[in-house]
């Protein structure tokens, strides 16, 4: 078997999924887009007072090192020559740290028209403004220009090609587009904006596109390695899914759920409080995408809660088996509202409300609610893109964890009367980064056009109630919505919380 498989191997393609709780390192075939390997490392998250989060960068960057060894190791044990491995590449997942509660004075607007985001704690720029306030030791570092400034994957990326010793500054324009100090529309860093968070220019990153070789790695099992692949996780969940026409849309669903959508070459903004960001930039000559991205802030969270709170199940797994008891919700509705409404109602006194409760109604209709109440999210953010854009969808692609709880699957596509369309193969983040990094110029080992994309195995989940009764229950969601509004005010502070 390991013969006849070694002489089948085109180029591998190395990938790091670089995220809040873990760092892994998988290899693909990029002829096949198989995945051969891969290695997983947890990583710690310190909160050192309220509110307060932080991880060690070099922590995270020893785990990216062992990953990459653990899965080398791996490889030779499969008889697969490493050698094989052409592209090296990092990648990095949204990181959701909201350390930082500080309000910023000034006009919201123009940070929103350049760089597509609200202004939030959730972005960099407002991170690094804060530690610049408070840190003596990093404003010493700037002032003596001992200071460099990027996401993790600019901290990766410097590291693994040398750090101190001649190591690239670099980032992409995915990437680039989180931090608030990037102009979507001419993509570069943005002197207003940079005077705005007080920011030096100085400190940033180069810009470069999402697929092109950055450097060589300078050490460990892949050193000489060309790093040629960096993308956001949503971005590279994007590609991975391989949405490359206008209008191709994907949901990833983890704790939250999140939605992008392609736009094409031009910047839609929302009227619904959706973000515009930058979808990828394939090559240096290739022009830019852009995407409409939605988030549901409760999806796996809600299954969690039902049991860790509640206790009805004892694993997230149970869920399918408690709901497919029952078959219905028989007209309970759950909106997980625990902190308020986000996209598209952007209201934070709602609170969370199970209603539609009869003598009847047990666990199994509450389970079955639940998992409801993830697909009417995530039909409220597809209908808010639809309005934003003009381009209705015709079927979903989908990943993410939750994404093998097979009810939830048929739900969703009962809810949006749309197929459901999901990928045997689950790493879609990873492989959008593998494929980046293989197509780059130079490398050349994955070609991305239509015709030479390997045909990925899907299954597909059609609708299978009729569309009026999809409707029915969608408006009932909305009322259940409606109810969950205006719970907490100014003067009823929520009990227990000092």
């Keep these: 078997m390991a013969a006849s498989k070694k002489a089948v191997l085109g180029p591998l393609v190395g990938a790091v999924d670089q995220g809040t709780s873990?760092?892994?390192?998988l290899v693909f075939n990029s002829k096949t887009a198989e995945l051969l390997s891969h290695h997983q490392v947890e990583i710690k998250q310190e909160f050192p007072r309220e509110g307060w989060v932080e991880q060690d960068p070099k922590e995270i960057l020893h785990s990216v090192y062992e990953c990459i060894e653990k899965t080398c190791e791996k490889l030779g044990q499969l008889n697969i020559d490493i050698s094989n491995?052409?592209?090296?590449?990092?990648?990095?997942?949204?990181?959701?740290?909201?350390?930082?509660?500080?309000?910023?004075?000034?006009?919201?607007?123009?940070v929103k028209s350049k760089t597509g985001l609200p202004l939030s704690t959730y972005f960099s720029a407002v991170k690094l403004r804060w530690l610049l306030d408070n840190v003596r030791k990093v404003q010493k570092a700037v002032e003596e220009k001992r200071a460099l400034f990027?996401?993790?994957?600019?901290?990766?990326?410097?590291?693994?090609?040398?750090?101190?010793?001649?190591?690239?500054?670099?980032?992409?324009?995915?990437?680039?587009?989180?931090?608030?100090?990037?102009?979507?529309?001419?993509?570069?860093?943005?002197?207003?904006?940079?005077?705005f968070f007080g920011i030096p220019m100085e400190i940033l990153p180069n810009v470069r596109s999402s697929s092109e070789i950055y450097g060589l790695m300078k050490a460990g099992a892949l050193e000489g390695v060309p790093i040629s692949g960096c993308l956001g996780d949503q971005s590279a969940a994007l590609v991975g899914q391989m949405c490359f026409q206008i209008g191709q849309a994907k949901n990833t669903y983890g704790t939250g759920c999140f939605l992008l959508c392609n736009t094409g070459h031009k910047c839609v903004f929302s009227d619904h409080g959706l973000l515009t960001t930058v979808a990828y930039k394939l090559g240096r000559d290739k022009p830019v995408y852009y995407a409409l991205e939605g988030s549901v802030a409760i999806a796996g969270a809600?299954?969690?809660?039902?049991?860790?709170?509640?206790?009805?199940i004892k694993t997230s797994e149970e869920i399918e088996k408690l709901a497919k008891e029952v078959g219905t919700s028989y007209g309970c509705y759950f909106v997980p509202a625990f902190s308020g409404l986000y996209a598209p109602y952007w209201e934070p006194s709602a609170r969370g409300i199970i209603c539609g409760l009869t003598q009847f109604t047990n666990k199994c209709h509450i389970?079955?609610?639940?998992?409801?109440?993830?697909?009417?999210?995530?039909?409220?953010?597809?209908?808010?893109?639809?309005?934003?854009?003009?381009?209705?969808?015709?079927?979903?692609?989908?990943?993410?964890?939750m994404t093998s709880n097979k009810i939830l699957m048929q739900l969703q596509a009962d809810i949006l009367y749309i197929p459901v369309v999901k990928p045997s193969m689950p790493e879609t983040t990873?492989?959008?980064?593998?494929?980046?990094?293989?197509?780059?110029?130079?490398?050349?080992?994955?070609?991305?056009?239509?015709?030479?994309l390997s045909a990925v195995t899907m299954e597909r989940f059609e609708p299978q109630i009729n569309a009026e009764e999809s409707e029915i229950r969608y408006s009932t969601w909305k009322k259940a919505v409606m109810k969950s509004m205006g719970w907490v005010t100014t003067q009823s502070p929520e009990s227990g919380i000092p």
């Excluded at 491995?85 to 123009?110: A, C, H, M, Y």
């Excluded at 409220?380 to 969808?393: K, Q, T, Y």
């Design 302 to 312: 809600v299954i969690r809660w039902l049991r860790d709170n509640l206790g009805i």
């Design 367 to 401: 389970a079955f609610a639940a998992l409801e109440a993830v697909c009417f999210q995530t039909r409220e953010i597809l209908d808010a893109m639809n309005r934003d854009c003009g381009i209705p969808l015709s079927h979903l692609q989908v990943d993410g964890g």
């Design 150 to 195: 990027g996401t993790i994957d600019s901290w990766l990326i410097w590291s693994l090609t040398g750090g101190v010793n001649g190591g690239v500054h670099c980032t992409d324009v995915t990437n680039a587009s989180r931090t608030m100090l990037f102009n979507i529309h001419s993509l570069e860093w943005d002197k207003q904006l940079c005077e």
């Design 430 to 452: 990873a492989l959008g980064a593998a494929m980046a990094a293989g197509a780059a110029e130079g490398v050349g080992v994955w070609s991305l056009e239509p015709e030479d």
């Design 22 to 25: 873990s760092t892994r390192f």
């Design 85 to 110: 491995i052409k592209v090296w590449l990092d990648l990095r997942t949204q990181s959701t740290v909201e350390s930082l509660s500080k309000r910023i004075p000034g006009n919201n607007n123009f």
